[in-house]
C-alpha cells in the first residue's frame, strides 16, 4: 500500500559510516514495513503514514546542504513504494553520489536495482544475526561489481 501522498516518509535521518563499507551515507530509515521480522528493532517504523514527509524538494535541499561531503546515500527499506523510491535514487546518481538499498526481502525489482550501486536483502533472523554475525541469512552486494562484500561487516 503507498502512502496517499505519493512520497515516502522516514523516521530517521543521519550520516553513517557502517551501513555501506566505504562510504560516507546520508541514510534515511522509511517508514512503514510489513515484512513483519520476529525481533525488528524498528518495531515503532512499521505504521504506513507515520513519520516525516520526503518529498524530491526537500531530499534535493538535503544533497545540496551536504554537497561535497558525502559519497552515497543509503535507503533502509522504502522498496514498497517504488516509484516514490526510484526518484530519489535518480537525484542523488544526478548528485554524482553512489546509491544502497537495506531490503528485508530476497530480491527487488531490476527497475530498482539498475539505479542502485549497493543491495542488502534478507530478513532478520535473531539466530542467525545481522550482517556482522558469519551464519547471517542476510548479504549485501555491490551490484556494479557483482560481489558480495558480508565480509567487509565481520568484526
Ligand atoms: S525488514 Fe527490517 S524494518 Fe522490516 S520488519 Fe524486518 S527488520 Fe524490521
Redo the contacts with the bound molecule.
Sequence with gaps: MSDSTGYLRYSEEQVVWQEVPGETALAYTITG?????KG????D??PKGSGTLLTPDYFQQRLDDYQGLLTCVVF??GEWQPQALLELLVLAQQAGLKTCL????EDVSDDLRKHLNFLKTG??IAERGGLNSPTTNQRFVDLSRGELLNVRFLG
Excluded: D, E, N, R
Excluded at 525488528?40 to 518495531?43: D, E, F, I, K
Excluded at 537495506?102 to 526481502?105: A, K, Q, S, W
Design positions: 514495513c510489513s515484512v513483519g521480522c525488528c528493532h524498528s518495531v517504523t512499521w533502509l527499506g537495506y531490503t528485508g526481502l530478513p532478520w
